[in-house]
């Protein structure tokens, strides 16, 4: 089956902890994107990366940190710098586009600060 | 800041009515546009995309895009309570990335 895998589904931090959200995709993607939602809003967009090696900022990319060491993978860090990380954390991912593009989501990480 | 807005809710129809949800964009140079469904704590799923003026219709789905009005909506034919959900709309960036900017969403309840 393609698709996009997010572990762990729940994950709890304590304070002044540093926790890794995982994110792969067998799509043969080129774009991944991790974005965070708050009750009631929208997504925001914390990074994104078109290519291996490559990532930008996103809107709210402080306290955040990834990497993009391969096309399947596109971990989120969430540091300690981060004052008010809990969320729901969804990656997606997208064709690169030529102008046209459509980004699928993977299921989701639900975040809490203890 | 580009914005994305999407009319204030929750929007309450009757089963086997047409629900219409709307969105409006500040980017006039905005090129594509996309519709999510987000059932109660899953992720969002496309439903929708379009990218030129007028009308596509998929189902009981109907999309419609106005650039000159910067607004694009959502037409959803025959409402089932199945259709119960938060409806993101989301609209690609001019340029060469592919960011989107999402609006906040509506949440759309289909009363039986």
């Known amino acids: 089956d393609g698709g996009i895998t997010q572990s762990p589904k729940y994950l709890f931090r304590k304070e002044g902890q540093n926790v890794t959200l995982s994110c792969e995709q067998n799509l043969n993607h080129d774009a991944m994107y991790w974005y965070r939602q708050d009750p009631g809003q929208g997504l925001r967009l914390i990074y994104y990366s078109q290519i291996v090696n490559d990532f930008q900022k996103g809107d709210i990319a402080e306290g955040y940190s990834v990497s993009r060491e391969k096309k399947e993978s596109f971990p989120l860090t969430v540091t300690s710098a981060q004052k008010n990380p809990t969320a729901f954390y969804l990656c997606?991912?997208?064709?690169?586009?030529?102008?046209?593009?459509?980004?699928?989501f993977g299921p989701g990480t639900r975040l809490t600060v203890l | 800041q580009k914005e994305v807005e999407q009319n204030s809710g929750p929007l309450s129809v009757p089963e086997g009515a047409i629900a219409s949800l709307n969105c409006t964009y500040s980017d006039r140079g905005s090129q594509s546009f996309f519709w999510y469904r987000q059932y109660s704590g899953k992720s969002p799923e496309l439903i929708m995309f379009?990218?030129?003026?007028g009308d596509k219709e998929d189902g009981r789905f109907t999309a419609q895009l106005n650039k000159a009005s910067q607004y694009v909506s959502l037409l959803i034919r025959d409402s089932q309570p199945s259709d119960s959900a938060t409806y993101l709309c989301?609209?690609?960036?001019?340029?060469?990335?592919?960011?989107?900017?999402f609006g906040k969403g509506i949440t759309l309840s289909v009363r039986p």
């Open positions: 379009i990218y030129s003026n």
């Open positions: 997606a991912s997208s064709i690169v586009p030529s102008g046209r593009d459509e980004q699928f």
């Open positions: 989301a609209v690609r960036e001019t340029g060469a990335n592919s960011k989107l900017t």
